[in-house]
């Protein structure tokens, strides 16, 4: 839903400097704890204390900023539903070879290390992270972004600043493959861009998006570094398919 009716529907009017707005705050509160609790990225899962400190602890703090700023927008609604037409349905292959990868990595990696009280952090955290990281770019700004670009723009300003919301990793402790998380996580945002396409609700990519983050904390076969980067690969191929067909399409009628 874009233009008018779109506007309607919802307390505060979409605009693209709102969602960007909404996201900068979030992120402001979020590297702000980590700032604040010293965080040395690549050890985030070493214990119990790491993980609440760097990893559950700002993303409850982000959680509370999102869920503030998209009420008083009203956003709630156009954010998690998909208003626009569905995607075909053998678009579910790609979000489900990321959640069958996550699954894998899980059964036959390596997860001695994790204690009761770590699994329980792994999860809240997980849940958080999918909540967050999808409400501020696939939700909320989905619905600012469709105030004014058409599809194709909205599908790569979203994925842009997903993937552009993870370059401060470079300066807390990933060094220059941090550029890189930039990369992999541009394309890991077309294939949940696609899945909240083809499952008409972002609700389904924040839970993708929590089982793979859970998956690689928790253990490592292997297997997501493998195969993370292909999969988004087809997804960013795979979505510029589809929307630029969308367009034309729209053009035509």
Known sequence: MTG?????????????WRGVLALLLYLAVFYGVWIFNGIDYPRIGDSADTLWKWYVAPLAAGTVVLVIVVSIYGWWRPALFEKR???PPWVWILPGALAVIAILNLIIGDSSRVTPTMWMLLVTGSLLVG??????TRGQLIVALRSRFGELGVWF??????????LPNTLFGTGLLGLFQVVLTFCAGSVFYLLRRVS???IAAMLLHALWDFSTFAANSGLPGAWDLPIGLAGVIVAILIVRREGRVDRAA
């Open 85 to 87: 037409r569905r995607v």
């Open 4 to 16: 008018p009716a779109a506007a309607a529907s919802v307390r505060v009017a979409p605009r693209v």
């Open 157 to 166: 300003f979203s994925c842009l600043l997903f993937g552009l919301l993870h």
């Open 200 to 202: 008409g609700t972002l």
């Open 131 to 136: 909540f967050n990281e999808e409400m501020a």
